[in-house]
């Protein structure tokens, strides 16, 4: 344990709650501390350098956590991320770059995860040619524009055995399949037809119909399965017409992994629940209601990418919400991992730290700006359907996609909005989300650098070590915003050395994946 001029300790761990061994004492030398904090996310990267042979075996390699504190606070926590070696003229030393459980952990997990599934091409609902389970496979078309019809050919077919036909859902492996829901259309003229969801490995049928009409079903699956089939049965011996009068329909699939509702709360504690890394806590995990039905992870997508995503529909009231990581001993029983939370943004109606222009704790030039170009208030929403067709939504098919205050104020700015795999309802959502967050001008600011200290609301001081992104900030002196009480702007990110005691703070309200491309320097 080292202990700088402000009163830094460092310590560095193993695993869990084990500290290594340093029986030179060589971690007392530590010096040039530095680390960054942003918001989204938390703690980013961090260093610091300690003077020692550089060819000698050393126990801080791999993975090690690295924790940074002032007096009991812990103002940082990461994991070391290489040991860069240095010989020069004044001897040798190794600086040890850190990075934290954001990029640590988030940016190097993956996940095949189906929340919430509503694809229905041949990939995903693949037709069974297995002519012993289903040998009514070669007699029967099927028709996938918006639905999985089946129709049978003009051919004979037998009830006993059933020639059947099916479609085939599997879930990725580890993952099972809890409930589906459906909307059905069965066509069986005079004749005698049935159509259902089949669990093979259980032997259990699920809202089979066998008389012409249509309707929705909802269905548990118990015990959940790895794989179900849509089915379309003949119930007697016979030979259906060949106009297609004849049909078995399903549509309005979704098929999920969880039986509870799925939205931000849901994939959050999910994710915690899944990846190991994290502490269990999920006390941090804010309630946020709004549906992302449908909603899915395939391998090209970290952890990192699945929260913020999950996240970036907002709310049902279009408030942004950020992800982030705390430190491990704020969770209920700490155990060495980090946790996992869930946010509305900090509203900039108050603020937790403040400072004016003029005090001498401000080192340098500041800029601050507010951006009257380019402001997006008027936002079409492009999105694919469960076929993979691609579908926008824009301001004419619905006025609440434009703000016309701010387009007569600041002239009009077409945005448009890519998303995935989407339903209407929840693109437009996603839109409605993405324009309350920037129809009006931005305010952002060069880096602020404070030195040694800043004052929180109620007055009193705090040191700038321990100033973090996702704070609030409210400059007292600066009189040109709405309120005339002073400049209120949120801290999207930090940068602390401790040679020189300065902070550098930054403001803005950046895109969500702007944290990735943070974290991926």
């Known amino acids: 344990m080292i202990q700088t001029k402000r009163g830094l300790t460092l310590e560095v761990y193993s695993s869990g709650m084990t500290t290594i061994q340093d029986p030179r004492g060589e971690l007392r030398w530590a010096e040039d501390l530095e680390f960054s904090t942003g918001y989204p996310g938390g703690d980013l990267e961090a260093s610091f350098t300690v003077p020692r042979k550089v060819i000698a075996w050393w126990e801080i390699n791999g993975a090690k956590r690295v924790i940074f504190r002032q007096g009991q606070k812990m103002i940082y926590e990461g994991y070391v991320g290489a040991l860069d070696r240095l010989l020069d003229e004044q001897g040798q030393s190794i600086k040890v770059p850190c990075m934290g459980g954001w990029a640590h952990i988030l940016m190097n997990r993956r996940w095949r995860k189906y929340w919430a599934d509503n694809r229905i091409d041949e990939s995903i609902w693949q037709y069974i040619t297995d002519l012993t389970s289903h040998p009514g496979a070669e007699k029967m078309t099927i028709d996938r524009n918006k639905r999985i019809r089946f129709t049978p050919k003009n051919v004979a077919f037998s009830s006993s055995p059933a020639e059947a036909a099916g479609v085939r859902y599997t879930m990725p492996t580890g993952e099972t399949i809890k409930r589906v829901t459906w909307s059905y259309d069965l ?26 009409g249509t309707g929705t079903q909802d269905a548990t699956i118990s015990p959940a399965v790895q794989y179900l089939d849509f089915e379309f049965i003949p119930r007697a011996n016979q030979t259906p017409a060949s106009d297609g009068s004849i049909y078995g329909e399903f549509s309005n699939i979704i098929v999920y992994s969880e039986t509870g509702a799925i939205d931000p709360t849901e994939v959050t504690k999910d994710i915690i629940g899944h990846f190991s890394d994290l502490n269990t806590d999920t006390g941090k995990v804010n309630s946020n209601t709004l549906s992302i039905v449908p909603f899915l992870a395939e391998w090209d997508e970290l952890a990192a990418d699945i929260v913020t995503r999950a996240l970036s529909f907002g709310d049902a009231s279009n408030n942004r919400w950020a992800a982030f990581l705390l430190n491990s001993e704020n ?13 509305m943004y900090p509203v900039l109606t108050d603020y937790d730290l403040f400072l004016r222009l003029d005090e001498t704790n401000i080192s340098g030039q500041v800029q601050i700006s507010q ?63 993405f324009l309350a967050a920037y129809k009006d001008p931005q305010w952002n600011s060069s880096p602020i650098n404070v030195i040694d200290y800043i004052n929180k609301k109620k007055g009193n001081p705090i040191p700038t070590a321990q100033i973090r992104a996702g704070q609030r900030l409210k400059i007292e002196n600066f009189i040109q915003d709405l309120s005339g009480t ?6 999207t990110s930090t940068h602390y050395e401790d040679e020189t005691g300065i902070c550098g703070l930054t403001f803005g309200k950046p895109e969500l994946p702007l944290l990735i491309m943070l974290n991926k320097k």
């Open 331 to 343: 969770a209920q029983t700490p155990d060495g991992k980090p946790i996992l939370g869930i946010q």
């Open 486 to 491: 002073g400049l209120t702007m949120l801290i």
């Open 371 to 433: 951006v009257f170009e380019n402001i997006p208030n008027w936002i079409v929403v492009e999105y694919q359907d469960e076929n993979g067709w691609t579908k926008w939504i824009t301001p004419e098919d619905d006025a609440t996609l434009k703000d016309t205050t701010s387009i007569d104020n600041y002239d009009q700015c077409d945005h448009l909005l890519k998303l995935d795999y989407s339903t209407s309802t929840v693109a437009t959502a996603n839109a409605k989300r």
């Open 187 to 212: 066509q069986e003229g005079a004749q005698a037809w049935e159509i259902r969801l089949r669990d093979r490995t259980n032997s259990v049928t699920y809202g089979s119909i066998t008389s012409s």
